[in-house]
Nanobody
Framework: QVLLAESGGGLVQAGGSLRLSCAAS????????MGWFRQAPGKEREFVAH????????YYADSVKGRFTISRDKAKNMVYLQMDILKPEDTAVYYC????????????????WGKGTLVTVSS
């Protein structure tokens, strides 16, 4: 059983920064991909970024490329999302997710989810 727990959300002004954390537990993640998704009110959940747990390779949605950075700490079983130059349109509940063996940006194909953390960016 994979357990994921996000933290670090909050209220920030446009142009500011936040770092989200995701504590992962329940198994060894060597064959896993870890991802961040977000869901704004009234909108479908969307892909933000993912990282290969072993190799550390990353991939970003165009909307956050150059502003957000995903990383992982193998020793602590943690995944992070550093968010800089935040915009009001980044306001959403942010979810940490995990899936094994292969990666996709379609949220429907991810197997494990945290409960989410709310990020609000004021203009």
């Amino acid at each position: 059983q994979v357990l994921l727990a996000e933290s670090g959300g909050g209220l920030v002004q446009a142009g500011g920064s936040l770092r989200l954390s995701c504590a992962a537990s329940g198994r060894t993640f060597s064959s896993y991909f870890m991802g961040w998704f977000r869901q704004a009110p009234g909108k479908e959940r969307e892909f933000v970024a993912h990282i290969n747990w072993s190799a550390g390779s990353t991939y970003y949605a165009d909307s956050v490329k150059g502003r957000f950075t995903i990383s992982r700490d193998k020793a602590k079983n943690m995944v992070y999302l550093q968010m800089d130059i935040l915009k009001p349109e980044d306001t959403a509940v942010y979810y940490c997710a995990a899936r094994a063996n292969w990666v996709t940006i379609d949220f429907r194909d991810w197997d494990y989810w945290g409960k989410g953390t709310l990020v609000t960016v004021s203009s």
